[in-house]
């Protein structure tokens, strides 16, 4: 079975830094871009961050600038750097892909800034 497992949420002050992992694992045959959604409270669901197999990277317009994601191809993983967090960045973090053409998403990290 096929599963997205995300790590490395957590609890920081404003201006602080975390990073993020998600590792798929399982019977893999096709993966292509990955990437890093999240979820406020009372907020619909937002992309934060995309990466393509070939390292194309793509930014919402809240985070460039202090965002970075990264790609681990023989790993199946994926990151998200952290840095000049903003009490707006709380959210639960999400980690999706379309594995063997099928939507997976994981079950969900918590970042928490302080102000």
């Known amino acids: 079975q096929v599963q997205l497992v995300e790590s490395g949420g957590g609890l920081v002050q404003a201006g602080g830094s975390l990073r993020l992992s998600c590792a798929a694992s399982?019977?893999?045959?096709?993966?292509?871009?990955m990437a890093w959604h999240r979820q406020a409270p009372g907020k619909q669901r937002e992309l934060v961050a995309l990466?393509?197999?070939?390292?194309?990277?793509n930014y919402a317009d809240s985070v460039k600038g202090r965002f970075t994601i990264s790609r681990d191809n023989a790993k199946n993983t994926i990151f998200l750097q952290m840095n000049s967090l903003k009490p707006e960045d709380t959210a639960v973090y999400y980690c999706?892909?379309?594995?063997?053409?099928?939507?997976?998403w994981g079950q969900g990290t918590q970042v928490t800034v302080s102000s």
């Open positions: 999706f892909s379309v594995i063997n053409f099928r939507n997976q």
């Open positions: 399982g019977s893999i045959f096709s993966i292509n871009s």
């Open positions: 990466i393509t197999r070939d390292m194309s990277t």
